[in-house]
């Protein structure tokens, strides 16, 4: 038996031994592996069916989609959602990195200024300043031309 799965952007094709007498039914689920696919229309000598059912002798091909998950089986509960939100936004503002905080609130390790533009000012700054210390770069009575 020949079916052929349409995952939206391509289609692949898959072959299963099957008797005779087997019957298949638009709705029911088959599974390849991992993948759980729905029969949407079955091609019988012919014709095309989208309801219904037909003898696996009379069937030339089964069409198939992926099964949508089920949400109460793969989406946790809201709360339980923004918890999980709630720790990841945490998480990344301790790392002073990724999702979190509003736009333009201080990062972790910024210091007083806002934002990522001003802890690479402040981060170039500090390297001016440690240039100067050791006699590098202008000296601290030289204006510095942008």
């Known amino acids: 038996m020949k079916f052929a799965i349409n995952l939206g952007h391509k289609t692949i094709a898959k072959a299963v031994a099957a008797k005779p007498e087997d019957v298949y039914a638009v709705g029911e689920e088959h599974t390849f592996g991992r993948l759980r696919v729905t029969v949407h229309a079955i091609k019988v000598k012919g014709r095309l069916l989208r309801r219904g059912s037909a003898p696996a002798s009379e069937v030339t091909r089964v069409f198939a989609r992926p099964t949508r998950p089920d949400r109460k089986e ?4 809201k709360a339980v959602r923004d918890r999980a939100r709630e720790d990841a936004a945490r998480a990344g503002r301790e790392a002073g990195r990724g999702r979190g905080g ?3 609130a201080p990062r972790a390790g910024a210091g007083p200024q806002r934002g990522a533009r001003f802890g690479a000012r402040r981060a170039r700054e500090e390297r001016e300043r440690a240039a100067r210390q050791r006699g590098y770069g ?3 009575d030289e204006e510095e031309e942008l």
Do not use: S
């Open 102 to 104: 509003a736009p333009g």
């Open 74 to 77: 793969h989406r946790p509960e």
């Open 138 to 140: 202008p000296a601290d």
